[in-house]
């Protein structure tokens, strides 16, 4: 009897032991024997993407790659399933229309189940159908016509407010900013005004927004965790939950006052049911709602973060800041885009913004095609997530000459990295010259091919008042010492943003107290 139990449990152990041997041996051959196992990268990427995950997390994902790439190359594997790419013929092709390449299923976590919108959507047929129901609304021609005038006067506004609040202190010009471009994004998307530059603070919309969002981003990085904390902390998610809750109802209703007709005439709302009744479709009011709430995420921090940057280099290099007030001072006061667009000065300083800052620069992620793509010596094959980021294309010295100017002499001079890091800035790059074919390819701060931002013309438009309203009438604003580099460090949570989260200026006029 004795025996015969102890040779169950040997067989049971024998057969543990088989298992986890065979799972070893399959665990090693998909390492080392596998599709991706010839790709360059950090050892540990062939197992997990813990460390991955860890940089996500702690806002460092566009320096971590971009080390990776500097140290392994332009194609590197940084998961078992994900490979970064900065080779730029093989960047063309990923973000190519009609490449065969589309958005990885990472996207659908945005949107966790819920119906998706234009920035989320993974399937190519529903995409175009969405895109062209947005499309009129957000073309240059149309934005002229119908909000031009409005981001006139909110640009005019928020640099009133800074300059009202400078005087009196310390002034966050990222905090007026932000209201500003939520204002415009609020209104352009519902027809509506907000009024957060009035208010001078944000409100329950806007935070009930960005507690959904940051729930969003928990859900799609890391599931496990989100679950976790929900079991071990159920009255934090009880209130996500009811920002949720408040996002949509707000969404629906007004969907359900652009149907009734009680908006103003032009807005994306009333956009897209005149698109889908001229195409015979039909958008539900949660879908209508959950479509121009997702525009407000996607119009407001983005132009926010790169209209902070800009200020702050501008504040920080009187040379440039010379120049543009040279070419902007000299404008009526009735100055519009078109003017805007035609200064040399200030479109190469905003170009060379959005090179440096443009505040999507991290991982677009795309699944390969089943055809696969061969970068160099390297085959992709179908299936596997091949992620590009603009941050290293910017700063790709074969295509942008010493596009971190002074930054190696420096460090060997000074031995002072973040010094160093704010050297890279220079618009004189781009004057009055046209960008390389190789410059035209790599830059990318919006995009590309299908996926190319939708809000491009707003955000530019938005950047260039911004820009212009703040040097005609911000010349006695100075950095306040609050601001330091370290603050300025960007990090990155999908966006960019400051450290600090603002951005602290001061009058040099000293006041009699
Ligand atoms: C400086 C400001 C902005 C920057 C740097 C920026 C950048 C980007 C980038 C890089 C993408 C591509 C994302 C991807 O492929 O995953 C994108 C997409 C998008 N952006 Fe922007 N954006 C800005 C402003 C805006 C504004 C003002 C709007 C207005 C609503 C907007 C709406 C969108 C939408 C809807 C998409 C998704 C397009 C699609 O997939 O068809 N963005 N943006």
Redesign the pocket.
Known sequence: MVTHGADSIQRIASLGLLVTVLAIFWILQKCFRGPLAAIPGPWYSRFTDIVLKYYIFTGRRIHYIHQLHQKYGSVVRVSPNEVEVSDLAAYREVHRIGSGFV?APW?DTFTPGMES???S?TNVHE?AA??RL?ARP?RRSSLLTHFQRLVTERTRFAVAKIVQEANQGDCDVMKWWTLM?TDI?ME??FGEKAGLLEAGEKNNYMKDLERTELSFSLQGETPWLYRFLKVVNPGAYRGIDQSLVNVIAKATESARKAKEGKLSPHNILSGMIEASRLEGTVVNDFGLGSQAS???I???G??S???TYATWVLLKHPAVRQKLEDELIRLPDDFDDVKLEGLPYLTTFVTEV?RVY????GA??RTTPSHGIQIGDYRIPPGVTLTTQ?YTMHRDPSIFENPETYVKLLILLHCLNSLAKNFRFDPDRFYKRDLTTDQKHAF?????G???????H??YM??RHGTAEFVRNCRHLKLSRLTTPESMEMENFFLIAPKGHRLMVESSVKTES
């Open positions: 958005k996207y919108n234009v920035f959507m995409h969405r895109r947005l957000f471009t994004i352009v998307a997702a525009l407000v996607a119009g407001s983005t132009t973060a790169t209209l959005l443009g505040s999507a620069p677009l992620p603009a990318t701060p919006f995009g590309g299908t996926r190319v931002c939708l809000g491009i707003l955000a938005e950047i």
